[in-house]
């Protein structure tokens, strides 16, 4: 194989309560990228569309990952690699867009390899491409990307990721308002430090959660969704934030929280006619803002990033 062309999905970081270990992958929403073999040796960027990103290898996540997976590649490699990437995933989105590109890269590059790493080894590279931009090798938005499904990072040293179940029925509308917010500075905002009681409460909804999917209570899922210790600081930068979320709750929905460091918003939901309905009325009360928007509907994706 010298050539592969690939989807790779779009992610939700956190869901709410799970800062910095929940992720789950979408299946609407990516980018796509091809990985070619050329004889020019080394990592390039030959293309990219969509967005204004640097082509430089060691500027660019996916050129960062890539990286970071030949390093460990132990045979000497007479040939190199070309990346294009075909952005739709808007950078500062909070749906993973930086990850989407990390975690092709090294998915790529391992298939036309004959697959020499397994995927937490690749999770461990593409959170390399990471922390070119958040600062950290975070591999929250990474590990859904490359495994599917629901996600929790149990550890970083060593990185360990868990798979989680999905429920069937379960979908989410995620809402992206236009204006970027970058990570960096978003984690920037943080306290060092958190309540004991809120944290109590935090580590009763996580774990409620991963409880809520293993038994497929849809009704636990979401109210196990709230997040009292990073949410507060973040939504502040989210025009409409409240609004949106009690909307989208008496709409039907399970419940909401801030995708990642935002501004994207999702809203989980039981059923896709559910979602499309919280879709139509966020869609209506937020054009009241003035801001301009997406708006787009998911089922979770149970397989992460694909060959198309
Ligand atoms: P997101 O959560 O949407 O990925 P981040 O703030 O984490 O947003 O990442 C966006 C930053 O990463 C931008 O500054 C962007 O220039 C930089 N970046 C570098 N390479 C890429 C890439 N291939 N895709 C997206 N963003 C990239």
């Keep these: 194989m010298k050539e592969i062309k690939i989807f790779s999905p ?15 992958c979408l299946d609407t929403i990516g980018d796509e990228m091809i990985i070619r073999k050329t004889d020019k040796k080394g990592v390039h960027i030959t293309k990219i569309t969509g967005d204004d990103l640097p082509y430089e290898t060691r500027k660019n996540v996916a050129g960062v990952a890539a990286l970071a ?10 040939f190199g690699f070309e990346i294009e990437i075909f ?12 990850a989407a590109s990390a975690a092709g890269a090294v998915f790529g590059i391992n298939k036309l390899l004959n697959e020499p790493f397994t995927a937490q080894e690749l999770i461990l590279f593409a959170s390399k491409g990471e922390e070119l931009v958040s600062n950290y090798p975070i591999a929250d938005n990474v ?27 379960l979908y989410v509308t995620i809402l992206h308002p236009q204006i970027e917010i970058k990570t960096a500075e978003s984690r920037a905002i943080l306290p060092e430090k958190v309540n004991l009681k809120d944290a109590v409460k ?3 909804n996580v774990g409620a959660l991963v409880h809520a999917l293993h038994t497929e209570d849809y009704n636990l899922f979401g109210s196990s969704l709230h997040d009292l210790i990073v949410e507060p600081y973040r939504s502040q930068f989210i025009p409409g934030f409240d609004q949106v979320v ?28 559910q979602a499309e309905a919280v879709k139509n009325i966020i869609n209506e009360i937020y054009k009241k803002t003035g801001i301009p928007f997406h708006i787009y509907v998911s089922k979770i994706n149970r397989k992460g990033i694909r060959i198309i």
């Design 202 to 204: 935090q580590w009763a």
């Design 246 to 273: 009690k909307t989208a709750k008496n709409s039907g929905a399970l419940g909401s929280g801030i995708s990642g460091s935002g501004p994207s918003i999702f809203s989980f939901c039981k059923g896709m006619q």
């Design 10 to 24: 779009g992610t939700i970081a956190n869901v709410s309560c799970g800062f910095d270990t929940l992720g789950c």
């Design 87 to 98: 952005k739709n995933i808007k950078p500062g989105s909070g749906i993973g867009s930086s």
């Design 143 to 169: 590990a859904p990307a490359l495994l599917g499904g629901f996600t929790l990072v149990k550890g970083y040293d060593p990185l360990k990721i868990l798979k989680l179940p999905v429920m069937d029925d």
């Design 69 to 78: 997976l030949l390093e460990k590649y132990d045979q000497a490699l007479d």
